[in-house]
């Protein structure tokens, strides 16, 4: 077998040579010293000349095909002998090593599935390896580590590269379903769809069956509940159905009933939910995903006993996870346990620093026993976590509590100087980036510093003289964590969810709390493995006070650490010196808790926590989801197996987050874990030297030569006549590919697969962040036609100008793509209609307005233009209609100031839905001639169909590209954030009579764009998002802001990123253009790569085009002309 450019057999073959002059050397043997000790068989074993044949077709390819623990006994054995002697040869050989060696090395002890050892041999490879990338079967057999360990943004990066440079590669299937998993537990749900169907049409053998493949699609199916049921039902019918993908059916759909509303009433539901988790549970009895669901059902309905009893076998069965004591610790709220309670959400708040839930239910334990000071602190840590649903509601709750702490004390307001939650955050932003602050920004820190330690001296002095703070006791609810997600269900074992607005199931009990505290909830799914000890005993300790006697609230341990919970926590709760002691009697405040001291002080306690030299107590930066496995799990021959991975944990999109931006949550415990490649903290490190993480050699020249490795297929294309039979063309395309995919690069062969490119440096000054946007006016058809116009449009240092006033100078007759016009001309044409939230032009909201977000969803329909205008007008009348209504209404009252928040509240309003009307083909003659033959008034660079336009040579039609589509908007209609198809320039004219207001970011940042996108669980090339204008400014990305008129023309740039928002009520025309550059064939031909890096179809067959380019046109710039040649 010959992977993508190197050989196994060389491979094996440089090895076995170095194997071979390292067992015969007798002669020099008898040369040496007789004082010196011969070197055992034992310590330095050789391969036969049988064996070394034999290890010549082992690589990365067969883990998972290649029972070990059945029938390969042998194989294991060859295996782990080659092993011994690769170790061996690399010690005697003092670094002088063939790199080939290292790969096989990794190679074999993937197999035998010693993950550590693996990575550690890949890694050697790949820093000693400078063309790495062309070996397949390594990216593939990395990849394959990567996931086994949960770290999936680099194992999405490798399994990419080798679809890249070998799309026939033997294990497509394996890498799409794995892909599919992977961008699933992301939230990136086209990706995901994408891959799996990928894999289900592949024929090719599987390490999974059919019906594991088809539960893997089906739990894909997020938002279609009655086919999502009717599918899992179905699968439940299969014949001799794997035990493993019947529990798992099972408990989808059982976790399914419980959550979505549209499946019955709530006690019908619940009886059918708790039949499927216990058929599950009879499957695999050892999963703590379902014991832990069978909780929530049993907390639902008020089976307390049953639910204690379901979240110990949880905790017995999955070691820690955060959403299941926070549940606990609900539960044990609810039946007036404040201190076991307590000791649950430190629990919680451990494993997860970020768990909104968790802080949320803890301040209302604080404030239930009258301790508002460190309910105060909980609150706050919930408004820091991504996973806060209800900022707003939690800081006016601070607030109150602050104000409550002096209600004692008239005379002596609530200090002007205490530090607001959002002072408190940037505190905590500037200590955690403490080495990279400037000297402005140090001097802040200091005074914040400075201010906060007053803050908290008064706060305590104010305790200290007694003041009797807030104890009122009107009604507010404990949730559950939302697990995972509520709306989506996507395979439970993923232990993904994100937040959403149907109902979590919420328990009946209610309990003395603030007034006005929301319910909270968290975004994050059940919470990622985390490999701490198990230790059933104390759990049973723990959890068996579920049924003692109810006990009245006492104060609690305070948050500033005192409390008697000992350092037992991190088996899950109390040793024995720390048990709560039975019949009511609490703790002392003397004891101290460092522990929940440095989780509630931030950044300083968690430099203070990391220096505990337990390694079982220890917490650092190494993402839990990224831990090696336990033993258990590395037992099993399966380990790495999608199915698997489903039931061991996998990280939701809040830590898959944590991962990927090296945030990594600061409050994990980890167990010892095995050096890899002399990182001693086990697992993998973002400071580990990742072969996916360094920057490749700039692209300087593109050529169309093939791909190292791929001689056949270059030979075959090379030497087809230009005139050939039917025959020759079938025998010259069988050696292209599989499946029709071509392994041909147009890259050159020394160019390793497409990276993001870098932030342009140096870094831009804050105040050059907003740049003037270039615009040019005209006054006449002379100026339009004027040769220096195209050349500062087509300038790359322009990233998009606006053409103001060209409708005028060219007497363009603009009335002919008006709404009238258009119902008169062609009133059933078909319009895609996107259904949109209303909201501010540089805002982007979450559907409850309360949070903001990069995610910009629009609701996909269809109608026809007559339709869409009557939409447009009855949506004019009814906002003239609104005008004056306010302006009868308008008394003086509402001029006395507000609050920020309801001011900010009542500009937003609640959000409405509005409709954009977009994609309107305007490219049939026959319908449109008079509106086509209109824009052939334009200047020859921005017509649609012109020599110079390399899309006019394409030789077919790409619709929206070069033919003009037609938009139809209404105010807050919203084109998302994006560049346009493969990089070409683009042309926009508004028609009227409203304004459109546009956002653009030059080509050069779109690495950083993407990286925003990535962070946010959104892809960037087939996502929709809308940027964060604060998220920009501050990773110093400049943004062109302007807006355009009725009758101005928008050019933009090759590769520019950009988004729009229509202020009135306005059409637009628009399409693209490629002019005749080095720069413009260069980014279009980068974008075909990296389409084809992400599995995503170029619109533009560059192939094709150059071709077409080579054959049609006299190039006279020369450097375009070497780069098409």
């Known amino acids: 077998m010959q992977s993508c450019g190197v050989s196994l057999a060389a491979a094996a073959c440089a090895a076995a040579r170095s194997l071979g002059s390292a067992s015969s050397g007798g002669d020099e043997g008898k040369k040496m010293a007789a004082g010196k000790a011969s070197e055992t068989e034992e310590d330095f074993p050789t391969l036969t000349a049988e064996e070394r044949d034999s290890l010549v077709g082992i690589d990365s390819s067969l883990f998972g095909f290649q029972k070990l623990h059945e029938d390969g006994a042998r194989t294991k054995a060859l295996l782990m002998k080659a092993v011994r002697c690769y170790d061996s040869l690399i010690l005697k050989a003092e670094g002088k090593v063939d790199p080939e060696l290292f790969c096989q090395l990794g190679h074999f002890n993937l197999l035998l599935e010693d993950y550590p050892k693996a990575l550690s041999a890949y890694q050697r490879y790949y820093s000693l390896q400078s063309d790495y990338w062309k070996n397949a079967a390594f990216l593939y057999g990395l990849g394959m580590v990567y996931f086994h360990y949960n770290a999936f943004q680099w194992a999405i990066k490798a399994f990419q590269e080798v679809l890249y440079i070998d799309p026939g ?4 299937k394996e890498i799409h379903l794995r892909l599919g998993l992977m961008f699933k537990v992301n939230t990136d749900y086209e990706s995901s769809l994408k891959h799996f169907q990928l894999a289900l049409i592949d024929s090719n053998p599987c390490t999974l069956s059919k019906a594991e493949s088809k539960h893997l699609f089906y739990s894909f199916e997020y938002k279609r509940y009655r086919a999502s049921k009717e599918a899992y039902e179905s699968l439940l019918q299969t014949e001799d159905l794997p035990a493993q993908v019947k529990a798992t059916t099972l408990q989808q ?8 509303e549209q499946l019955g009433d709530r006690a019908t539901r619940d009886s059918y939910a708790i039949q499927c988790l216990q058929k599950s549970l009879e499957a695999d009895p050892n999963s703590g995903q379902s014991w832990y669901f069978l909780g929530r059902c049993y907390s639902s309905i008020g089976k307390v006993q049953d639910a204690f009893m379901s979240y110990r076998q949880s905790i017995d069965k999955s070691e820690a996870n955060a959403d299941t004591w926070c549940s606990i610790g609900v539960l044990y709220q609810q039946q007036n346990q404040p201190m076991d309670a307590l000791q649950a959400y430190i629990c919680a708040v451990q494993l997860d620093h970020s768990h909104a839930a968790a802080w949320m239910d803890l301040g209302t334990l604080y404030e239930s026993c009258n301790q508002p000071h460190d309910a105060i602190k909980c609150y706050i840590n919930a408004t820091r976590s991504k996973g806060c649903t209800n900022t707003a509601a939690l800081t006016h709750r ?15 307001p609530v200090p002007n100087w205490y530090l607001s939650p959002q002072k408190l955050q940037v505190l905590e932003q500037l200590r955690s980036n403490r080495a990279n602050l400037k000297p402005p920004q140090l001097q802040m820190l200091e005074q914040l510093e400075a201010q906060l330690a007053i803050m908290q001296q008064h706060q305590h002095q104010g305790l200290q003289k007694g003041s009797d703070p807030h104890g009122s006791s009107s009604e507010g609810t404990l949730s559950h964590p939302q697990t995972p997600n509520s709306t989506t269900p996507v395979h439970p074992n993923n232990q993904v969810g994100h ?10 009990n209610h309990l003395p709390s603030p007034p006005s505290l929301p319910h909270s909830s968290t975004s994050g799914g059940a919470g990622p493995s985390v490999s701490a000890t198990k230790d059933g005993n104390t759990t049973a300790a723990s959890l068996g006070n579920g049924n003692s006697e109810v006990k009245t609230p006492s104060p609690l341990p305070s948050a500033d650490g ?3 919970q000992a350092d037992g926590l991190a088996n899950h709760i109390h040793s024995d010196g720390g ?10 405040l003397s004891a101290d808790n460092p522990r929940l001291s440095a989780l509630l002080a931030g950044g300083k306690g968690r430099e203070e926590t990391s220096a505990t030299p337990d390694s079982h107590k220890k917490i650092n930066n190494i993402h839990p989801a990224i831990l090696p ?7 099993s021959s399966a380990a790495s197996s999608p199915i698997s991975a489903m039931s061991t944990a996998t990280p939701s999109p809040k830590s898959s987050e944590h991962t990927q931006t090296g945030a990594h949550s600061p409050a994990t415990t980890t167990s010892t874990a095995p050096a890899v490649n002399g990182n001693s903290k086990g697992g993998i490190s973002e400071d580990s030297q990742s072969p996916l993480k360094a920057e490749p050699p700039a692209v300087t020249s593109l050529k169309a030569t093939p791909p190292h490795g791929h001689n056949s297929s270059s030979s075959s294309s090379s030497s087809v006549s230009i005139y050939p039979s039917s025959t020759d063309v079938l025998k010259a395309c069988r050696n292209l590919g599989k499946n029709g995919l071509s392994n041909s690069s147009i890259l050159l062969d020394k160019c390793p697969p497409p990276r993001l490119p870098p932030p342009p440096s140096p870094v831009l000054p804050k105040d050059k962040l907003n740049p003037p946007t270039p615009s040019i006016y005209l006054e006449n058809k002379r100026d339009a036609f004027f040769p220096p116009l195209h050349q500062f449009c087509t300038n790359p240092s322009n990233p998009v100008t606006v053409i103001r006033g060209l409708a005028g100078a060219l007497k363009l007759d603009l009335g002919l793509f008006s709404t009238k016009t258009l119902v008169e001309a062609n009133p059933e044409h078909l319009v895609e209609v996107w259904t949109q939230l209303s909201q501010p032009a540089d805002e982007n909201w979450d559907p409850t307005g309360t949070k903001k977000m990069w995610r910009c969803e629009s609701a996909r329909s269809h109608t026809t233009i007559a339709k869409y205008a009557q939409y447009q007008a009855a949506s004019f009348q009814e906002s003239l ?7 009868a209404l308008k008394e003086p009252s509402d001029t006395e100031p507000a609050s920020a928040e309801s001011a900010a509240r009542k500009r937003r309003g609640p959000l409405k839905y509005i409709k954009f009307g977009t994609n309107i083909d305007v490219s049939d003659e026959r319908k449109w001639k008079q509106q086509l033959q209109e824009l052939s008034k334009l200047p020859a660079f921005a017509r649609v169909v012109s020599a110079g336009n390399l899309l006019s040579h394409v030789g077919h039609t790409i619709l929206g590209m070069n033919t003009v589509q037609l938009y139809m908007k209404v105010p807050g209609s919203r084109i998302p954030g994006h560049q346009e198809h493969n990089n070409f320039c683009a042309v926009n004219i508004n028609i009227g009579p409203g304004d459109c207001e546009w956002f653009a970011v030059p080509e050069p940042y779109w690495g950083v764009m993407s990286n925003f996108c990535e962070k946010n669980n959104i892809n960037f090339l087939m996502g929709s998002w809308w940027p964060n204008l604060e998220d920009l400014y501050e990773a110093d990305v400049p943004v062109y802001r302007f807006i355009q008129r009725p009758g101005d023309l928008v050019w933009l740039n090759t590769g520019t990123v950009h988004w729009v928002q229509a202020i009135g009520w306005c059409n637009n025309i628009a399409w693209n253009v490629g002019p005749l550059t080095a720069h413009q064939y260069k980014l279009a031909v980068e974008r075909y790569e990296w389409n084809k890096l992400q599995s995503v179809k170029s619109m533009v067959p560059m192939v094709h085009l150059s071709w077409n380019m080579a054959r049609n046109i006299k190039v006279s710039d020369h450097k375009l002309f070497e780069m098409i040649k």
Do not use: Y
């Open 629 to 635: 496995s336990t033993p258990h799990a590395q037992g």
């Open 579 to 588: 048990k709560v002691a039975e019949g009511g009697e609490k703790p002392s």
């Open 881 to 887: 209609r609104e005008e004056n209504e306010k302006k």
């Open 499 to 508: 937040s959403t607005n149907a109902p979590s199931p919420r328990p009946h």
């Open 562 to 564: 005192k409390t008697a």
């Open 169 to 172: 590669f033997s294990r497509a």
């Open 253 to 260: 759909l059982g976790w399914m009933h419980h959550t979505v």
């Open 398 to 412: 601070i607030k109150c509590l602050q104000g409550d702490l002096w209600a004692s004390n008239p005379a002596q």
